[in-house]
């Protein structure tokens, strides 16, 4: 059977979307959970791109690739959400303006 | 069948027939379970169970079924009134999504995926979320509590009862769940006998997946009050209630599948034929287990004290006998119909032996407190599941690579994988025994 | 025809999904709302015949990482947190800068497709899990190896960050 695809173009540029609402997210957003969700929201649209390729290519190296993106955004995110649980036991906020112990 | 519907179009129009099937009996299928675990229970506490609704408690669970669509639909003030519509229909619909790819026989599945079983995996990972977004929109502290729990269980045994399967997976080498049924026709062996620790591994871990008893914690009614589904009534909680059901049946399946040799009979290369003939002598065992049944519900009719009572034992004979006929006579159609039926047999008996190895382990165990569970799953099952899987990476190594006897690799690493059980085992009873209040 | 069709409605869901996931007050709807956008990324996976990427995604991502948040959501819950302010006062520069590298990674795109020569479509093999499984162990084995023990450091910080000092 012929390997069909649509063109990657509508990758890219779903890609792009995503990847230009998760920038706006950690750039607007004061809570830093969902800064933090913004961020998984970056990797994921590089997980999209890398596939889209990947598929391209007939090479599954991209979609290797992108496993290890989703291996490391797991491992960041465990280890942020554990930093916000300790700041949060200290300080009791959630939001990035009020984050500012090292200003005097 | 293909001359009804032109061929262009099976393959669009057989899974959405299978899908309806599914969906329809289904609930259908989760209430009757609920009312044999009544009498299961019933019988192993020697009493009688329901016998006042329907001759034997028959009518039970479309009495209960009326019972919950009837009754007032409470939200609490406070709740999340999207979460709390949300959450139950996100467990409801992750469990009957796993229908999808779950194999009842050779001809009956819906969609067989390339990596069919970590689709199932996945989809009931998935159904997580229903609890925990359950508990939160209750907006209440049992809840949330129960939820956070339920939660906690079921991500910490996903793990174990995943790397149960690794093991079976390993000899199957093939994540389509079509081809691990025919590694295990082709091996001539069902996969429990190969890998027992696995299954072990996994039963304990689908007990926990399902938050049946001895793990039902977060659900059981002298703990958190009813743990995530405190606010839940009516309808919605029978949502929940179907999908833990359905979730029950899943991991039956999946068990079936890949350690109980799925709709192949015992022995499936046993090929003893009736002499002169071309059937084969254990395809004669699905009308003899229907016969013995009717037998014993004939037996069993004139002692019923009822007139109704004796009517329906005699009719459930009755109907035992017009089945076994059914298998002795799909003996002579085609070898499809054949498979089908026989198939679709063995699958049930499986499924049903499992869940009552379920009902079973329920009604014998007490219950774990909720960090001896959470010890029991990090600390025991999942070293155990990890050295099993080396046990039969091993064993599979030793024979493909230096030639040793299957059945001896198995053995020795089996013997290997017991003692490292027991070593953990061992290990573990040492802290439990101290005394828990320790100036901690 | 189907594949378009296909594509548009994962991909309509993961953008709506994202902006709701960005703009919304409560912050378990904005956990949710990542949950469909990451499921919505599962299904353009599943379309672009990367299957094994599907199902890890869904398991890893959806099920893991995603329940990590809305556990920590839930242990940090702030009743007052939903009347505050959310967008800090560097909104609209911000929203402007990140519209613009938008627009830039966009032309980008546009202006390299004329330069670049266009790929032709290569088959893959159709046994994906077998293949990726493949490259994982033996091209790729020091990464899967510093990955593990990048999971099992990360594993032991959180644990460590996490825990209450008695």
């Known amino acids: ?104 | 069948m293909s001359q009804l519907i032109p061929p262009a179009i099976i393959p669009y129009v057989m899974p959405l027939v299978y899908a309806v099937v599914i969906v329809a009996v289904l609930p259908l299928m989760a209430g009757y379970i609920v009312l044999l675990e009544r009498k299961v229970m019933a019988d192993m506490q020697a009493r009688l169970g329901p016998m006042r609704v329907g001759p034997h408690g028959l009518l039970q669970p479309i009495a209960d079924a009326v019972k919950l669509l009837l009754k007032e639909d409470i939200i609490p003030n406070d709740a999340d009134r999207f979460m709390f519509y949300v959450a139950p229909l996100v467990s409801v619909t992750m469990a009957l999504l796993a229908y999808a790819a779950m194999p009842f026989g050779p001809a009956f599945q819906i969609a067989d995926l390339n990596v069919g079983l970590l689709f199932i995996l996945a989809v009931s990972s998935l159904g997580i979320y229903g609890i925990v977004l359950g508990g939160w929109a209750s907006n209440s502290h049992y809840s949330l509590l129960g939820a956070l729990r339920s939660a906690a269980q079921l991500v910490s045994y996903e793990t174990a009862a995943g790397l149960g399967l690794v093991s079976a997976l390993l000899l199957a080498g093939s994540l389509s769940m079509k081809d691990i049924v025919q590694a295990q026709a082709d091996q001539g062996v069902w996969f429990i006998l190969v890998a027992p620790i696995g299954f072990f591994v996994y039963l304990v871990g689908s007990i926990a997946e399902t938050n049946r008893a001895p793990f039902d914690l977060p659900e059981a009614e002298s703990e958190l009050v009813a743990g995530y589904m405190t606010e839940y009534s009516g309808f919605r909680w029978s949502l929940y209630f179907l999908a833990e059901y359905a979730n029950m049946i899943i991991v039956a399946g999946i068990a079936t599948t890949l350690f109980l040799g799925g709709w192949l009979r015992p022995f499936p290369r046993l090929h003893q034929h009736l002499i002169g003939t071309s059937l084969e002598l254990l395809d004669a065992l699905p009308s003899l287990i229907f016969i013995a049944i009717a037998l014993y519900c004939f037996r069993l009719a004139p002692r019923q004290p009822v007139r109704i009572q004796k009517l329906v034992m005699a009719a459930a004979g009755g109907l035992c006998l017009l089945l076994a006929g059914a298998m002795a006579g799909s003996l002579f159609a085609s070898p499809a119909v054949m498979q089908g039926v026989h198939g679709g047999f063995w699958f049930m008996v499986k499924v049903m032996a499992y869940l009552y190895a379920f009902l079973w382990i329920r009604f014998t165990f007490p219950r774990y407190r909720f960090d001896q569970l959470m010890r029991l799953g990090w600390r025991f099952l999942i070293p155990l599941a990890l050295v099993n899987v080396m046990g039969v990476g091993t064993a599979i190594v030793l024979q493909q690579l230096w030639g040793w006897d299957p059945r001896g690799a198995e053995l020795v690493t089996l013997a290997a994988t017991i003692g490292v059980a027991l070593l953990l085992a061992h290990e573990d009873e040492k802290p439990a025994s101290q005394p828990l209040a320790e100036g901690e | 025809m189907f594949s378009h069709t296909v594509f548009y409605f994962f991909a309509l869901l993961a953008v709506a999904s994202a902006i709701m996931m960005v703009t919304r007050r409560n912050i378990i709807h904005s956990a949710v709302y990542l949950i469909t956008t990451l499921l919505a990324t599962a299904g353009i996976f599943l379309q672009l015949d990367a299957e094994f990427l599907f199902v890890v995604q869904i398991i890893l991502y959806v099920g893991g990482i995603m329940v990590l948040f809305v556990f920590v959501i839930m242990l940090v819950n702030l009743d007052v947190s939903l009347r505050l302010v959310q967008f800090n006062h560097q909104r609209f520069v911000a929203g402007a800068l990140a519209l613009i590298l938008g627009g830039q990674v966009f032309i980008a795109f546009r202006v390299g497709r004329g330069v670049l020569p266009h790929p032709v479509l290569r088959s893959m093999s159709p046994k994906n899990t077998e293949a990726v499984g493949d490259a994982l162990f033996t091209h790729y084995m020091l990464p899967f190896e510093i990955a593990s023990i990048l999971l099992l450091v990360a594993m032991i910080g959180a644990v460590v960050m996490a825990k209450r000092r008695v």
């Open chain 1, 1 to 104: 059977m012929a390997p069909t695809m649509i063109s990657p173009d509508y990758y890219l540029m779903l890609s792009l979307a995503l990847f230009t609402i998760g920038v706006i997210g950690v750039l607007t957003r004061r809570n830093v959970i969902i800064i933090l969700m913004s961020i998984e929201l970056i990797l994921n649209a590089v997980n999209i791109n890398l596939v889209a390729f990947s598929r391209l290519w007939g090479d599954v190296n991209g979609q290797v690739f992108a496993i290890f993106i989703i291996t490391d955004a797991a491992a960041e995110a465990a280890v942020g959400l554990g930093i916000i649980l300790a700041f949060f036991r200290n300080r009791e906020t959630l939001l990035a303006d009020e984050m500012d112990l090292l200003k005097w």
